[in-house]
């Protein structure tokens, strides 16, 4: 909330205030957290659109609650069946469907924190297109990640956060790895197994 950090959160270069996290989501912010906050006795397609459900003459429309959330899930590349309970589904499937819900928000800035730690190879690949694909349609993304090929493959600008505080911001076609892990580590790339002279001249490891 507002008040609680230090700084200022600013959008269309105008100070932000949010009192909650629905009036962050009010002003076009979505967030996927690396800890799932779904609920896995409910339906996938009411996860999905939890707080939006669609209704006809005030009750739940199901047919097009299930044509939503299929659509939503394509949108990830995850093709199951909406109506499913959510605990059915195994722990890299959820995390698809927590980035769906996010993006049935229709998010302007979209917050991903370590989105990739539970899936396969193939669903971070799927992962990064729609990331693309969102940055093409103007939507801003935060990707906060320790993979770098996942952060040169997708970044426009990357910065180093070490200890709490800012290290430095580079633009990601003119940097390169080690200039990263420096910022990280707080020192070049080539000090990081420091050598020293054991008996002998043997080098040693510290």
Known sequence: PHGSYEGEIRIDGQVARFGSARDAEAAGIAVIHQELALFPGMSVAENLLLG???TRLGLVDPMALLVRARQLLEDVGLRIDPSLPLGELGVAQQQLVEIARS????????????PTAALSSQEVDTL????RRLRAQGVACIYISHKLDEVFAIADRITVLRDGTAQG????RETRPAALIALMVGRPLGDLYPRRQGRRGAALLE
Request: proline share 9%; aromatic share 0%; hydrophobic share 60%.
């Open 52 to 54: 939006q459900l669609p």
């Open 169 to 172: 911001t580079l633009a990601a």
């Open 103 to 114: 993006l049935a928000r229709r998010p302007r800035i979209l917050v991903l924190d370590e």
């Open 128 to 131: 990064l297109a729609l990331v």
